[in-house]
T-cell receptor, first 114, second 111 residues
Framework: DGGITQSPKYLFRKEGQNVTLSCEQN?????MYWYRQDPGQGLRLIYY???????QKGDIAEGYSVSREKKESFPLTVTSAQKNPTAFYLC?????????????FGSGTRLTVV | SQQGEEDPQALSIQEGENATMNCSYK?????LQWYRQNSGRGLVHLIL?????REKHSGRLRVTLDTSKKSSSLLITASRAADTASYFC???????????FGAGTRLAVHP
């Protein structure tokens, strides 16, 4: 079955640590996205990528980094520069003409600072 | 902010009743989409309505769009306990690669 897989489901980070969230899709989608969701709020765009080896900052990119070395993979690193990283992180993908299709979302990673 | 707004923020109904959620947005759009999120899970795409459409149906879902008022509504008919979830409207702003989400409506359907 085609889909998008995020791992791990739960992640704990110590102060000052970098952590990487995995996102893999087998839908042959060109575009991939990372969103952050805080309790009771909507989703905010962190980074997006439309093609391999290229990505753009979203609305809240500070303290995060991404790479897109393969079409299937779009990992997100939460760096120590992100002062409030505790949140639910969602990865999504879509065909390049995303305006005409819905996004497919992964099941999310819940990151907690300990 | 370009963020859309859903209304109400929370809705509690009994099984069998209809649930109506509203969404307002701030920019011109090509289409508007509705998503559902079960607690602690990812979002699932429900329905997309284009700017030249006024109403669209999918099973027990009915979506309307009024571009003159920059608003949309999602109606779930004959609700079930399994419909309990958060519902988000979303639309593209600044190009197709910036999908904007509202804060969502939390729907609770009681048996």
């Amino acid at each position: 079955d085609g889909g998008i897989t995020q791992s791990p489901k739960y992640l704990f980070r110590k102060e000052g640590q970098n952590v990487t969230l995995s996102c893999e899709q087998n839908l042959n989608h060109d575009a991939m996205y990372w969103y952050r969701q805080d309790p009771g709020q909507g989703l905010r765009l962190i980074y997006y990528s439309q093609i391999v080896n290229d990505f753009q900052k979203g609305d809240i990119a500070e303290g995060y980094s991404v790479s897109r070395e393969k079409k299937e993979s779009f990992p997100l690193t939460v760096t120590s520069a992100q002062k409030n990283p505790t949140a639910f992180y969602l990865c999504a993908s879509s065909p390049l003409q995303g305006d005409y299709y819905g996004y497919t979302f992964g099941s999310g990673t819940r990151l907690t600072v300990v | 902010s370009q963020q859309g707004e859903e209304d109400p923020q929370a809705l509690s109904i009994q099984e069998g009743e209809n649930a109506t959620m509203n969404c307002s947005y701030k920019t011109s759009i090509n289409n508007l989409q509705w998503y559902r999120q079960n607690s602690g899970r990812g979002l699932v795409h429900l329905i997309l309505i284009r700017s030249n459409e006024r109403e669209k149906h999918s099973g027990r879902l009915r979506v309307t769009l009024d571009t003159s008022k920059k608003s949309s509504s999602l109606l779930i008919t004959a609700s079930r306990a399994a419909d309990t979830a958060s519902y988000f409207c979303s639309y593209f702003s600044g190009g197709y690669n910036k999908l904007i989400f509202g804060a969502g409506t939390r729907l609770a359907v009681h048996p």
